[in-house]
C-alpha cells in the first residue's frame, strides 16, 4: 500500500502508484468482475491475449483517482466551495489508452483545479497516468450541480425494481437487472485493492461508514458481464472486450443514503452500434452501455456510459494503422 499523503501538491507527479497482483484480486473480488483479464491464471485462456499477463480494473484505477482527488480537495480546501454550492454530482470522463499490468510504476498528475461559473459554477481537474513515460489513461473529473451525463434519461415509469427476479430483463423496457446486496466488507477490500486508505470511509470506532464514489459503479463490470453471459452466451475466451472509456456522473447525496446490507439494482442497456459511435480515427464501431445505479427506493445514485471494442478488432486497428506507416 502507499503511506498516507499529507502533502499532496509536491507529491500528486512525483510519487509511484504499483498495483501488485493482490491488488487485483482484493478488487475484482468485491466487484464480481470475473473477466478472465484479471484472473492470475485465466488470462492465458484468451486468444491472442497481447497484454502478457491479468492487467488492473478500469474501475480500480478510476479509484485510485477518487482518493486522489480527495485528499486533493482536503488539501486545497475544495470541499467547502463544493457544499456551500451544492456540488453534488461527481463526474469522471476517463480514456483508457493502454492497459496498467501488476508491479509496474505508475504516476498520477492531477492538474490544477478550474473554477468556471459559465454556465453553471464547475469545479474542473484534467487528469493524466503516465507508465514508463507513456499515457495510459487521460481524464477530467468535474463537481456540479446537475449531471453531465445521460441528465435527460427518465426511469421514473419503470416497475418495483424490488419484486423483479434477480438477472433479468425489466418489462417494457431495454434493460437488464442486476441486483446486489453491497456491503462494508467489500467496499473496504475495492479501497485497499485500488490504493485508497480504507480508515478514511470506515471507521468502527468513530462511527465512520461512507461508501466511496466508485464502488457502486464498479458492480456495473459484473452486470455487464452477467448480461453478455446469459443473454448473448458470449464467449469471454474467444471474444474478449476491453474498455476504451468510461463517462459516470455519481449522485453524492444520494450516496450517503448507501448503508451496508442495502440493495443495489443496476440497469444495464447496450445500444445499436453505429457507424457515428467509432474508436478515435478509426472505423472500429464501439459497443456502448447505459448503465444506471438505483437504490432500493428507486433514487438513481449513478449514470454511466460505458464504451468498449472487441480485441480482435483493437489489434487488427493497430496492426493496420502501424502498416500503413511503414
Known amino acids: 500500500m502507499q503511506p498516507f499523503i ?7 507527479t512525483e510519487q509511484p502508484f504499483i498495483f501488485n497482483q493482490i491488488h487485483i484480486e482484493a478488487a475484482r473480488n468485491a466487484s464480481d468482475d470475473f473477466n478472465l483479464f484479471h484472473d492470475k491464471h485465466k488470462w492465458l485462456q484468451i486468444t491472442h491475449n497481447p497484454f502478457k499477463g491479468p492487467i488492473v480494473l478500469g474501475f480500480q484505477l478510476n479509484a485510485m483517482i477518487e482518493y486522489q482527488l480527495y485528499l486533493y480537495r482536503n488539501a486545497h480546501h475544495e470541499n467547502r466551495i463544493i457544499s456551500e454550492n451544492g456540488l453534488r454530482f461527481s463526474n469522471y470522463q476517463i480514456t483508457y489508452v493502454n492497459a496498467v499490468r501488476p508491479d509496474r510504476e505508475l504516476f498520477l498528475d492531477i492538474k490544477k483545479t478550474i473554477n468556471k461559473t459559465i454556465p453553471e459554477l464547475t469545479l474542473s481537474n484534467r487528469i493524466a497516468i503516465k507508465s514508463d513515460n507513456k499515457i495510459v489513461l487521460l481524464g477530467s473529473k468535474k463537481e456540479t450541480q446537475k449531471p453531465l451525463f445521460l441528465a435527460d ?5 419503470l416497475p418495483d ?6 438477472c433479468s430483463r425489466v ?6 437487472l442486476k441486483r446486489k446486496i453491497v456491503n462494508n466488507g467489500n467496499a473496504k477490500n475495492f479501497l485497499s485493492g485500488s490504493l485508497a486508505e480504507q480508515s ?3 471507521d468502527e ?3 465512520l461508514a461512507e461508501y466511496p464514489e466508485m464502488f457502486p459503479c464498479s458492480l456495473t463490470s459484473g452486470a455487464l458481464l452477467k448480461k453478455a453471459q446469459i443473454e448473448d452466451q458470449h464467449d469471454f475466451k474467444r471474444n474478449p472486450m476491453v474498455y476504451t472509456s468510461h463517462s459516470l456522473s455519481v449522485n453524492r447525496e444520494h450516496l450517503r ?6 440493495k443495489l439494482h443496476i440497469l444495464v442497456k447496450q445500444l445499436p452500434e453505429s457507424k457515428s459511435r467509432t474508436l478515435n480515427n478509426t472505423d472500429i464501431m ?3 452501455y447505459e448503465c444506471y445505479g438505483l437504490l432500493e427506493n428507486a433514487k438513481v445514485l449513478f449514470r454511466a456510459r460505458l464504451c468498449l471494442v472487441p480485441l480482435e478488432k483493437l489489434l487488427n486497428g493497430l496492426n493496420n494503422r502501424q502498416s500503413q506507416k511503414t
Do not use: C, Q, W
Open 161 to 166: 425494481l424490488n419484486a423483479l427476479a434477480e
Open 171 to 176: 418489462p417494457g423496457s431495454d434493460f437488464f
Open 257 to 262: 443514503l448507501l448503508k451496508n446490507n442495502h
Open 205 to 207: 470506532i468513530d462511527g
Open 6 to 12: 499529507t502533502d499532496i501538491s509536491k507529491v500528486m
Open 153 to 157: 434519461t427518465d426511469l421514473s415509469s
Open 286 to 288: 464501439l459497443r456502448v
Open 200 to 202: 478514511d470511509y470506515f
